[in-house]
């Protein structure tokens, strides 16, 4: 048998998991890109004219642009929409309910790591440039740089693009995050990913990626682009968070697929060799890899090449058969730069790329052909789509024989990267490693009882564990070590001379009746000692508590003279969410404080931290309209509900200010207050993560009305009955913490 016949063979049986009937079409993919940088879905209007025109041509799938630089086209997301979206309209939403009836498929397409372009329009300052941009420091800093430091990859000077830097921790779980929000709020067919890689060999220099590639071989020098180890390190990078997201696509929407917009460069790869190949060694991206080990459902290599009869046309045909012949575990079809030809060019392409693999997408839908739009669509229809073929359906997702693991390694609460873990079904070792996240997974294991072992990081002894693998199913498997709970260790130590001096600073003038205001920390600490942070010396930070917040040093070794040596921490949040943060990105799961957020703390009807939850910015999200004037009557209760008193009013308390940072008002008594700090208050408070709620609040036995907002670090309250320079305080936020952390309460004693 050719060779040839037999690669069809096996694709149709990938590809048609029921078999077609005599009459019917076989599966094949005939698909448009729809790119976010012309006309596609930003108005009903344009997404009922897409249809009409997929419709038109006989597509079957569109990989529409739902994800440009950080932001969205649909509604339902905590990253910054679009700012050519029609107001109020969610196109993706739409799109989807225009295309289900008529059997279209609809793959979200999301650019992945560029999230930032020279006069791209974004004033929204969530978005993850004004966040975590090349001028923030240390952890902060998400973005890539190149060998020289530069951030940017530049066309021209003012014509830069910015990568998140693949090699970064918080840009992993960042990434995940929001792709995964992406998959689990709509009901798409398929994610797409593209720019899933580096701009080229020279970057990947962001500084916590650096360290950690020392870090993991022992290096100490910053390699040259081209070294081979540092290259492997960072398509490593690449393929794990590709691989996470597939599982944890797995585990959420098992039947959604998995794509890339994969590189195709130049010539195919020389001999077949794939480490001399473009995607290998420009972008450090193997999806050839990813098809072979199953971490992709598919692949559209973009083989943009003209039908010129030379060296182009030579290419195209290079990297069809290369793709035909090299399809693992999973399949691939091929893009077409149809911009590129004339109508018959594209239809000629279409027939080679289509004959023995999954079948085409065109780029774009904009820009289909070098002729008359409309009478391509025609021609496709007519001559190449025209038997109304379904798009493919995959054998290995509609009716699994493999199943799935996800975990994830944490050592002191934080993730543990690069631990080897051995996975054993009584006849053979398979092995895999964490990534900088402390996920690991394995994908396609067959079907029955597995012990897995992984060496302890801390006292260097085995650790085993038992688990079942099903068909179709993500078995999940957490390891921490040690197996008590971090978040609950505390060791008293002696304190550091930086924390009486702020104090000093701050509350010292309130002790000797020199300004009236209530206390910032307290009168006194109630204890002072380390606790566990993984990125300080040893993984502890010497920390006090004071009744109002807690005093952190972090890095002992830092600039003793920034008011930053000493940080109060985001307790509130911490609070509100029931996660106790161990590190940068390291947390311990618990649940959220029913404490009291004001008052006595006996009150059972006060809200508390709980409260809070569903109204909270804890991510960026649940921003708030701005209100700048509004007298402020809105109130919450302890279960959480929201509603309106008109009797509050008459305290005449009004929105005075918008925090763009986080989306919401900040009222006249809280701007007043903090404009009397003697400190930077965002320093003091953090920014405001709620709106201003009244509540009844038990004070001194006596209910009364009280304003409540929740900034990232202290609450501030205001109780019009109090004393005028009491009647703005901030909430006990250090003693509600302790308890929560520590179910105890020295101050008590």
Known sequence: MPRLLAILMVLSLLIMPVPASAQGPAPQLRAFWVDAFHNGIKTPAQTRQLIADAQRAGANALFVQVRRRADSYFRDTFEPVAADVAPGYDPLADLIAQARPRNIQVHAWVVTFPAWKDGYAQPDRTHVWYQHGPDKQGWDNWFTRDIDGRPGECARPGDCGYFLDPGHPAVADYTIKSLMHLVQRYDIDGLHLDYVRYASPRYGYNPVSLDRFRRATGRSDTPVPDDPQWMQWRRDQVTKIVKRLYLSINAAKPHVALSVAAIAWGAAPPNDDWSRSSPMLRTLQDWRGWLEAGYIDFALPMVYDREDGGQQQAWYDGWVRYTHQNQGKRAAGIGIGAWLNNADGNLAQIRRGAAAGLGTALYSYANPVAGDRGAFFDRLRREVWSDGAPAPRFAWKTQPAAGHVLGQVLVNGAAADGVALRFNDGARDLHTTTDSTGYFGMVDLAP????????????????????????????????????????????????????????????????QGRVNRSWMWGPQP??????RYAESPDGRRLVQYWD????????????????????????????ISGRAQVGNGAFVTRAPANVPVAGDPDDSNSPTYASFAQHASLDGDRRATQAIGATIGQTIRRDGTLGFDQNLLRYGVQNVEYNRELGHNIPNVFRDYQRSLPLDWVFVLGYPITEPYWARVKVGGRQQDVLIQVYERRVLTYTPANPVQYRVEMG??????????????????
Do not use: C
């Open 548 to 575: 109002k917040s807690r005093m952190e040093v972090t890095n002992p070794g830092g600039n003793r003279n920034d008011l930053w040596f000493v940080t109060n921490g985001l307790l509130t949040k911490e609070l």
């Open 448 to 511: 029955g009882s597995y012990t897995v072992v992984v060496r302890d990081p801390l006292s260097g002894t085995d650790w085993s564990a038992g688990l079942t693998v099903q068909p179709g199913r993500v078995t999940n498997l957490a390891i921490t070590f040690p197996q008590a709970d971090p978040a609950a260790e505390f060791s008293p130590a002696n304190s550091d001379g930086a924390f009486g001096a702020l104090w000093n600073r701050t509350d010292q003038p309130v002790a």
């Open 526 to 531: 109630f204890a002072t000692g380390t606790e």
């Open 732 to 749: 006990n936020v250090g003693q509600h913490y302790w308890r929560w952390r520590y179910n105890s309460a020295p101050w008590e004693k």
